[in-house]
């Protein structure tokens, strides 16, 4: 990790550090923002797992923006206490910056590709990747994502998603608790994806919203099957 001309920080898996105009709690200070008031004191954090960098907002005041050669994300501000958003930075080569703050940014690079060896299986390097929902879920993952893509700090809850879809509570359910048993393994896998004190359900929501599930576009059936069960 790189920031400006200052040496670099070397990460190895298991290593955390945070960052932010406070030199006393970060272990990476901007420095460029220390006099300012824009970037919060501790803006985020930084932690290695395995294969994989990953980036958590712990500011309440600012975003911060996650970019690659394949496109950036966008992690909103913490609300309240929720731990804040976070991703896994793109590899080889990623940045972390907060725009509305300054032109500041950390260049993350990965070193050295570690390679499967003593018969691991390749498989076994794809665990911090999530599924796409797929259809029989999408419906369910929509209404229960619906107040997170709002800006809300909480998903939704049955009575909510009932309202929504049309369905009875019972079913609502019933097919959120399908959405989040299809997730868990993978929920269960990924550095981060359960939260202190966070339900299965707020962590597949999170984990859904977070990594853009729902912006992929419905399929041709999942289309078809939603018309039909509102009538």
Not at 54 to 64: D, I, P, Y
Not at 130 to 158: F, M, N, S, V, W
Not at 181 to 189: C, K, N
Request: net charge neutral.
């Amino acid at each position: 990790m790189r920031y400006a001309d200052e040496e670099p920080h070397s990460f190895a898996s298991g290593t955390r550090m945070r960052f932010g105009r406070d030199d006393a709690a970060c272990q990476i200070p901007v420095w460029e923002q220390i006099n300012g008031h824009s970037l919060s004191k501790v803006a985020g954090e930084l932690w290695c797992t395995g294969r994989q960098m990953w980036v958590r907002n712990l500011s309440t005041a600012h975003e911060l923006v996650v970019a690659g050669t394949s496109g950036s994300q966008l992690l909103p501000p913490r609300v309240g206490d929720e731990p804040g958003h976070a991703c896994s930075v793109p590899l080889p080569t990623g940045t972390v910056s907060a725009p509305s703050t300054g032109a500041w940014s950390l260049s993350i690079e990965q070193l050295r590709p570690l390679e499967p060896e003593h018969g691991e299986l390749l498989g076994a390097a794809l665990t911090l990747r999530i599924d796409d929902i797929p259809d029989r879920h999408r419906q369910a993952a929509e209404a229960l994502c619906a107040p997170l893509l709002a800006g809300q700090a909480a998903p939704a809850t049955y009575a909510q998603i009932a309202e929504r879809t049309g369905w009875s509570d019972r079913v609502a359910r019933r097919r959120v608790q399908e959405l989040c048993e299809h997730y868990r393994p993978q929920i269960q896998a990924l550095p981060g994806g359960r939260l202190p004190q966070e339900t299965l359900t707020q962590a597949v929501a999170r984990t859904l919203v977070t990594r853009n599930k729902l912006t992929a576009p419905r399929s041709r059936t999942a289309q078809t099957t939603a018309a039909e069960e509102h009538g």
